[in-house]
């Protein structure tokens, strides 16, 4: 069974090739949604638990708004998705919905990681500082919504290292199974320079192709992009593709289990 564009979902006959076609294909949400959160300022007020002190609520605006819409999202089935993975885990109500048979792909030790706690803090801690601008415009639920998105989408990419490891793994047997076993380094044997090369490069020419000002006439506005390329690379290159590898080795460190 192929990629689905649509869904990205995975079945047998899975290859290297196919998975990478998915994490250029998942490039564009990501740079979209970056690009779209960058509309709005900091909006700091968004993040600090002592705004508003929400009744009922210890935390911040946009940790009610993720959890709230996580239960949703669970009620009609997001997170039966292998490749879906919740913010907020504990306490999610069961899907409501008939269970869809998603392909078994991975091994059943890939359940059990979720590193969106990092990608969390990396995202508000790290990421945001640096594609938006300081600065406060009250518009802190649609700020709220957009760093969802991003998050959702950042996410998925990452946790698809799962699949990617499951893949190398299958294709170089012979090759991972040894560090697996002696609990040994695997990310030189998981890195491919050339290929986080393209994907940075790739990146910053989404950033260029999707965030310039579209203008009609004389004065367009050549170089003047929603969110700097470079950033976008760089954010890539010194998170995405880092946390990436690091499901990477959390799933094939338990592949043997
Ligand atoms: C995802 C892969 O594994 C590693 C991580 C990459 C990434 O996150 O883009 C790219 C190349 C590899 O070093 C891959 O090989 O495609």
């Not at 869904?7 to 994490?23: A, E, H, K, P, W």
């Not at 359940?111 to 706690?117: A, G, R």
């Not at 790290?126 to 998105?149: I, Q, W």
């Amino acid at each position: 069974m192929a990629v689905n564009a649509e869904s990205n979902n995975v079945g047998d006959g899975l290859t290297l090739q196919m998975v990478r076609d998915s994490l250029i294909r998942q490039e564009d949400t990501i740079v979209f949604s970056l690009i779209e959160r960058a509309r709005f300022p900091l909006n700091s007020p968004a993040y600090d638990p002592s705004y508003g002190s929400i009744p009922g609520f210890s935390g911040s605006l946009v940790e009610l708004f993720v959890k709230q819409t996580e239960a949703v999202q669970a009620k009609v089935g997001r997170f039966e998705n292998p490749e879906e993975h919740p913010f907020f885990p504990d306490n999610l109500p069961p899907s409501l919905v008939p269970h869809y048979k998603f392909p078994e792909v991975l091994n059943p030790a890939a359940m059990s990681i979720n590193i969106n706690k990092a990608i969390w803090d990396i995202y508000f801690n790290k990421l945001l500082p640096l594609f938006v601008a300081p600065g406060d415009d009250g518009n802190y639920a649609s700020t709220a919504a957009r760093d969802l998105e991003c998050l959702q989408a950042l996410s998925r990419r990452i946790h698809y290292g799962k699949l990617v490891a499951e893949v190398k793994f299958r294709d170089e047997q012979k090759d991972y199974e040894p560090p697996i076993r002696a609990r040994d380094t695997l990310v030189s044997l998981l890195t491919f320079a050339d290929v986080e090369e393209a994907v940075k490069k790739r990146v910053a020419k989404k950033a260029m192709t999707f965030g310039q000002e579209v203008k009609l006439g004389e004065d367009e506005d050549k170089g003047k992009y929603k969110v700097d390329p470079v950033v976008l690379s760089g954010l890539y290159g010194d998170w995405v593709i880092p946390l990436t590898k690091e499901v990477e080795i959390e799933y094939l460190l338990h592949r043997l289990d």
